[in-house]
Nanobody
Framework: QVQLVESGGGLVQAGGSLRVSCAAS????????MGWFRQAPGKEREFVAT????????NYADFVKGRFTISRDNAKKTVNLQMNSLKPEDTAIYSC????????????????WGQGTQVTVSS
């Protein structure tokens, strides 16, 4: 059974940094593509960042480019999202997702999801 568990959320002031992590179990993690998404109150879930199975290829939403960095540790079965220069509009529940496809060249379908972790940025 695939399990994805996020951690590291919290409250931070605008301009600050936070790192959220996602620990995977029940999957051949090193072959999976991983992604981060977020959902703010009253808004649709949106794509934040994705990383291919090896970590060699990443993709970011325009609104986080230059501020957020996605990375993975296949030995530890974790994927991280380092968030710098945070803004109040980054406040959302951040969820990780997994896709056995591995590559991100072809859009993943993200069949597996974690429960999410709350990130709140105060002004």
């Amino acid at each position: 059974q695939v399990q994805l568990v996020e951690s590291g959320g919290g409250l931070v002031q605008a301009g600050g940094s936070l790192r959220v992590s996602c620990a995977a179990s029940g999957v051949s993690f090193r072959t999976y593509a991983m992604g981060w998404f977020r959902q703010a109150p009253g808004k649709e879930r949106e794509f934040v960042a994705t990383i291919n199975w090896s970590g060699a290829t990443t993709n970011y939403a325009d609104f986080v480019k230059g501020r957020f960095t996605i990375s993975r540790d296949n030995a530890k079965k974790t994927v991280n999202l380092q968030m710098n220069s945070l803004k109040p509009e980054d406040t959302a529940i951040y969820s990780c997702a997994a896709d056995p496809q591995g590559t991100i060249i072809k859009p993943p379908t993200w069949p597996y999801w974690g429960q999410g972790t709350q990130v709140t940025v105060s002004s």
